[in-house]
């Protein structure tokens, strides 16, 4: 089984944005199980989601204002480059390459057909 944190093309990560994080909190944990771990962050709280004790996304209320949406995340191997490689094939940034201490670097970028996906390597833990 490969690690889809280190995998390159591999979807490694879904988080909720929306405004009412408790009130999905309570949704998801009653209907599919997830266990939740608030993380500090720097502007606000993060919950983290966990299957079986293992983190699989995530609940914030920051990048909320257009209404709740589910993000994935792709594992890349380089963000910076991989930024580069998405807008010459006619895509856009609407997040650059930004560091996330004890996590990665990641951005946002929305393809020629108006989807947008997250970027991201992961910071290797030894």
Same mark, same amino acid.
């Given at each position: 089984?490969? @690690?889809?944190?280190?995998?390159?093309? !591999?979807?490694?990560? !879904? %988080?909720?944005?929306?405004? @009412?994080? +408790?009130?999905?909190?309570?949704?998801?944990?009653? $209907?599919?199980?997830? %266990?939740? %771990?608030?993380?500090?962050?720097? @502007?606000?709280?993060?919950? /983290? /989601?966990?299957?079986?004790? !293992?983190?699989?996304?995530?609940?914030?209320?920051? &990048?909320? #204002?257009? &209404?709740? +949406?589910?993000?994935?995340? *792709?594992?890349? @191997?380089? $963000?910076? #480059?991989? /930024?580069?490689?998405?807008? +010459?094939?006619?895509?856009? *940034?609407? *997040?650059?390459?930004? #560091?996330?201490? &004890? $996590? &990665?670097?990641?951005?946002?970028? *929305? #393809?020629?057909?108006?989807?947008?996906?997250?970027?991201?390597?992961? %910071?290797?833990?030894?």
């Amino acid at each position: 089984m490969s @690690d889809a944190f280190q995998t390159h093309g !591999a979807f490694s990560w !879904a %988080e909720l944005r929306t405004k @009412d994080v +408790a009130k999905a909190k309570a949704f998801y944990t009653d $209907v599919i199980g997830w %266990e939740t %771990e608030e993380m500090p962050m720097p @502007d606000g709280a993060y919950t /983290v /989601v966990k299957a079986n004790g !293992a983190p699989i996304g995530g609940l914030t209320s920051h &990048g909320a #204002d257009g &209404g709740p +949406a589910w993000a994935t995340y *792709v594992t890349v @191997d380089n $963000v910076d #480059d991989r /930024v580069a490689k998405a807008t +010459a094939a006619g895509g856009s *940034v609407i *997040v650059p390459p930004t #560091d996330i201490p &004890g $996590v &990665g670097r990641m951005a946002m970028v *929305v #393809d020629p057909v108006g989807a947008p996906i997250n970027l991201i390597t992961y %910071e290797r833990k030894e």
